[in-house]
């Protein structure tokens, strides 16, 4: 299985084999995007490396902060959906917008103009999914009664997003100077509930940096209920949204 990773600043591609239960994921590609035309950066990234334009099973994850919420039902109301991400990042073809759905919502999202129809000439029949529709999936899968707070802490940015008894609040991703900007942001994702919540009352999980996990933890670790590590497929040194695309549904020989 082929996993590409593709936002404004950097392309990453792994492979791994997914009928054997315990392989790791192998970097194929890693590279940082420079220039002012960010579709003309990630077409040359994905061009120098030949090898990711194989005929592998394909996942494309698209890692973006420029995503927002709908209900599900109206997914299919295309100018609704344009027009609302319209409101809220600025005017956008609706060429440019991509869809994904996620329990009840629907994810709007768009990372570059000219993205999406790159993807559909280049990586045809592939999955593609933004980072936040990957990373919710999974940790409302995993999220415990009550309030859970999930944050991935690495590359200069914070994911996060809390859950009430398995249902969505809040999600975002923000650009952090330092942990203590993560830690800043984590705790205050979690008001997002309610004004009356305190940090006591919230679940924590994080994953990241090993250095910014620590780092966050002791910033506030004693303030909040309960803080651990967010249950995933495997270790690996990549961005959770991808592992969890490379480990999806592993077939046994």
């Not at 194929?28 to 334009?53: F, K, M, W």
Request: glycine fraction near 6%.
């Amino acid at each position: 299985r082929l996993t590409v990773d593709i936002s404004e600043e950097a392309m990453g591609a792994w492979l791994r084999r997914n009928d054997i239960a315990d392989d790791p994921m192998y970097t194929l590609a890693s590279a940082r995007l420079e220039g002012d035309d960010s579709l003309h950066a990630i077409e040359n990234a994905v061009y120098d490396h030949p090898a990711v334009l194989d005929d592998f099973e394909a996942d494309i994850v698209v890692t973006t902060a420029r995503y927002m919420f709908v209900p599900a039902e109206l997914a299919d109301d295309a100018d609704l959906c344009v027009m609302a991400f319209s409101t809220v990042f600025g005017d956008t073809s609706a060429e440019d917008v991509m869809t994904d759905t996620v329990g009840e919502y629907a994810v709007l999202y768009m990372a570059v103009p000219g993205l999406r129809q790159f993807l559909a000439r280049t990586f045809a029949g592939s999955r593609v999914a933004c980072h936040a529709t990957t990373l919710l999936s999974h940790w409302q899968r995993v999220a415990k009664a009550g309030l859970c707070l999930f944050a991935d802490i690495r590359g200069g940015y914070a994911d996060m997003a809390l859950f009430r008894d398995g249902h969505l609040i809040a999600s975002s991703r923000r650009r952090c100077q330092d942990t203590a900007d993560a830690a800043y942001y984590m705790l205050n994702t979690s008001r997002a509930a309610s004004e009356d919540i305190t940090p006591q009352q919230v679940a924590v999980y994080v994953t990241g940096a090993a250095e910014a996990v620590e780092a966050v933890r002791g910033m506030i670790g004693e303030y909040v209920g309960e803080m651990a590590a967010v249950p995933m497929p495997a270790e690996e040194d990549a961005p959770p949204a991808d592992v969890i695309c490379s480990y999806r549904n592993n077939r046994q020989p």
